[in-house]
């Protein structure tokens, strides 16, 4: 039985143009803003290192909470093979405590870095044949961000005064921690961690079944029963869906356009990982609620980040938005946020 659709969220890439590239993370924090007026619950970041894509997401989430009252920010996800969890760990902190009433939702994932072997001398000189990229660095984040002691000291030298934890230390952010996992062994292993699960549209085709929804409904059910909270664990689904209600004749065009050249790559496992890759759904919101409802992967979940697509335009990404919050989201059953209220003069 499907559950009713309770927390929908939306997720970017960020584009820009590497000659102009304060315009596109203004579009972004234009579409954060936008999203928090559809009464979004949630919009994600997608993490990119030496694209045109975002690459600091905890700058533009700080520079969000500033323009936003409500709506939560998180990261799908943030690779930790190029990040140290201390520092991280601060940075995630203070700008959870910027943003008022703990809004942040970091997502994390390891393994090597992507192209590694070409930038690994700039990015760990002293160190990168040595570097762990093993799942004991997000335990250290997550160290970190309970406030765990880092430092064996305490005290007061001349006027400054030193802390054993990560200052700011922000109440609540351990638990808001999510791990993106695509595979088996990681998804369990992540429920017994006690994190939150991100569910892409690429999954690990690891035996016989390669049927997209299929593997993943079997990596939430896995995750569910290994989780301490069992049934009530935290599961977000990101598939790359597009409304096309409002979408002009050119638009519907160019969307169906972009999910059809995509669309080889979903029918096999892709690679010696056998990685496996959704379908992008595009159309109208009633025939893309019935899709959903039929894909074993939605039905136990409920709540989604919806990928908007990579190469498209401010406006395109403002039609896409504006129609799953007010379209296909009440298909789904989801109601949205009410605005915050507006303070009285004097």
């Known amino acids: 039985m499907n559950r009713p659709l309770r927390r929908l969220g939306f997720l970017t890439i960020g584009l820009f143009d590497p000659d102009h590239p304060a315009a596109g993370h203004e579009s972004t924090l234009r579409l954060i803003e936008l999203g928090e007026q559809l009464g979004f619950d949630s919009a994600w970041l997608r993490h990119r290192h030496l694209q045109h894509g975002i690459s600091s997401p905890v700058a533009v989430m700080a520079a969000a909470t500033q323009r936003t009252s409500r709506i939560e920010l998180g990261t799908a996800v943030t690779p930790l093979g190029l990040e140290n969890p201390f520092r991280l760990a601060e940075d995630l902190a203070t700008v959870d405590v910027l943003s008022g009433s703990g809004r942040i939702n970091p997502g994390v994932s390891v393994g090597t870095p992507m192209n590694y072997e070409h930038f690994k001398a700039s990015l760990y000189p002293d160190s990168h044949d040595r570097e762990d990229f093993s799942k004991r660095r997000v335990e250290r984040l997550l160290a970190c961000l309970r406030g765990e002691p880092v430092s064996d000291f305490e005290g007061t030298v001349g006027i400054e005064t030193f802390s054993r934890r990560i200052e700011p230390h922000s109440p609540g952010l351990a638990d808001r921690v999510w791990y993106g996992a695509g595979s088996l062994d990681s998804v369990v292993w992540a429920a017994e961690q006690g ?28 995750f569910r029963a290994a989780h ?15 409304p096309t209600d409002s979408a002009t004749s050119q638009q519907r065009e160019r969307y169906r356009a972009y999910a059809e050249a995509r669309l080889p790559r979903t029918r096999a496992p892709q690679g010696p990982a056998r990685m496996l890759f959704a379908p992008d759904l595009v159309g109208p919101s009633e025939q893309l609620a019935e899709q959903l409802a039929a894909h074993a992967g939605f039905q136990p979940v409920d709540e989604v980040a919806f990928a908007l697509p990579f190469t498209f335009g401010h406006d395109d990404y403002a039609q896409i938005l504006t129609d799953l919050a007010t379209r296909l989201g009440p298909l789904l059953g989801w109601s949205p946020e009410p605005p915050a209220p507006v303070a009285s003069p004097g």
């Open 195 to 222: 994190l939150n699960l991100l569910t892409s549209s690429v999954v690990k085709a690891e035996g016989e079944v390669t049927d997209f929804a299929a593997i993943q409904r079997g990596h939430i059910d896995a």
């Open 228 to 242: 301490p909270a069992g049934e009530a664990a935290r599961v977000s689904q990101g598939l790359v869906v597009i």
